[in-house]
């Protein structure tokens, strides 16, 4: 069975440009969670959508945005992109809403702001 | 808010070396505690948790015990192996959070032959 997956892998933007990332959580997950991971630190909560609705959504400004669709992807949208949003963003799945179980992660989107 | 301190890395041990990374937290409540592990070049997965005071998780021969007098949970493995060499990240959940975690900074484990 597939993981969850992320696209693009890698991305280089320029300050003030959009970017969106997508993804896909395991087949029959309906939660899906989104981090930023920064170069050396741990993971920050950004988002959690469930059934198509926000369930949770952590200290970053209102440049980031996200979605979830009928089928359970979402998409991450940062606006007007600063130096300070290079990072991995992290996309992680899980059955419920609840941490009751694992929540499994994908690889990441690494974004570089130039 | 919730907050998770590790110690800070790189820690460089040899093949069958003991190993003790140290983690506390900070909660409101009673949260419940993980361990995720990051090899090189994947994602990260979820090494062990434990929900309640005084449980033992364990998974591969890793164990870390909830341990809420001191706020801590502590991974500890009795001997390592070159391909535990990795980014351990202590993280946890407060139970009315959904699927928020709180994730330490993470420590580098690296293991020589």
């Known amino acids: 069975d597939a993981g969850v997956t992320q696209s693009p892998t890698h991305l280089i933007k320029t300050r003030g440009q959009q970017v969106t990332l997508r993804c896909s959580p395991i087949s029959g997950h309906k939660s899906v969670s989104w981090y930023q991971q920064v170069l050396g630190q741990g993971p920050q909560f950004i988002f959690q959508?469930?059934?198509?609705?926000?369930?949770g959504r952590g200290n970053f400004p209102d440049r980031f945005s996200a979605r979830q669709f009928p089928n359970y992807s979402s998409e991450l949208n940062v606006n007007a992109l600063l130096l300070g949003d290079s990072a991995l963003y992290l996309c992680?799945?899980?059955?419920?809403?609840?941490?009751?179980?694992?929540?499994?992660f994908g690889e990441g989107s690494r974004l570089t702001v130039l | 808010g919730d907050s998770v301190t590790q110690m800070e890395g790189p820690v460089t041990l040899s093949e069958e070396a003991f190993l003790t990374i140290n983690c506390t937290y900070t909660a409101t409540g009673y949260p419940s505690l993980f361990w995720y592990v990051q090899y090189p070049g994947e994602g990260l997965q979820l090494l062990l948790k434990a929900t309640k005071a005084d449980d033992k998780g364990s998974n591969k021969g890793f164990e870390a015990t909830y341990r809420k007098e001191t706020t801590s949970f502590h991974l500890e493995k009795g001997s390592v192996q070159v391909s535990d060499s990795a980014v351990y990240f202590c993280?946890?959940?407060?139970?009315?959070?959904?699927?928020?975690?709180?994730f330490g900074g993470g420590t580098r484990l690296m293991v020589k032959p």
């Open positions: 959508y469930y059934e198509k609705e926000e369930r």
């Open positions: 992680a799945s899980s059955l419920g809403g609840q941490l009751t179980g694992e929540l499994f």
């Open positions: 993280a946890l959940s407060d139970n009315n959070a959904g699927n928020m975690l709180t």
